[in-house]
């Protein structure tokens, strides 16, 4: 059996989490894949998108505001990350549970979407920078093949070209066919394995 959206969803919640719990206090300042951002930073854009997936998928305004590709105007992430997290990824998970959240269209800064795509862009999303948060910190993220090339698949339907990426993807980087799903995955959204 294929991988589906909601369970995509959720195991990539899970694996970001796992990678959450093994940042270290001394490593919040660190740098990260992501060359303007931080570990603190990186990890509150990804609480807070978290936290925009729970408003969007609810029809309601986020508890905590963070533009897509951004970052809250407040610390999310505060003295205990991985309870900022689990706190965030439980709540945008309820939402995305709710009878219909994935089969309705939801109004978002880009317009209305279907819940699939906006589950499919949210998992993107906290894959990638669960990998950012692991490589950041010395860890590596328990992906497996099938979910990093069911995020891969989604990601080549959906951010094929510059236009599409804005300018907070670079570019894919070239990469062995062979290569791990994961690399792939991370190499497509412009960061070398």
């Not at 219909?100 to 978002?108: C, I, N, R």
Request: proline share 9%.
């Amino acid at each position: 059996m294929g991988v589906e959206i909601f369970g995509a969803f959720d195991r990539v919640v899970g694996a970001t989490g796992d990678v959450v719990k093994g940042i270290g206090v001394g490593q919040l300042e660190g740098r990260t894949p992501c060359s303007e951002w931080s570990v603190r930073e990186l990890l509150n854009h990804v609480i807070g998108t978290l936290w925009l997936a729970e408003g969007l998928f609810g029809d309601s305004p986020p508890r905590h505001v963070t533009p897509p590709g951004g970052l809250p105007p407040t610390d999310l992430v505060g003295g205990d990350p991985s309870a900022a997290y689990a706190e965030a990824a439980a709540a945008a998970l309820a939402a995305v549970r709710r009878p219909g959240a994935l089969t309705s269209a939801h109004p978002t800064p880009f317009g209305d979407m279907p819940g699939s795509v906006l589950a499919g862009f949210t998992t993107v999303d906290v894959a990638t920078h669960g990998w950012d948060l692991a490589t950041a910190t010395g860890q590596h993220i328990e992906l497996g093949d099938d979910l990093a090339a069911y995020t891969l698949a989604f990601a080549r339907q959906t951010l094929p070209d510059a236009a599409s990426r804005g300018d907070r993807i670079g570019p894919a980087v070239p990469i062995s066919d062979d290569a791990p799903a994961v690399d792939r995955l991370v190499a497509y959204l412009g960061r070398q394995p």
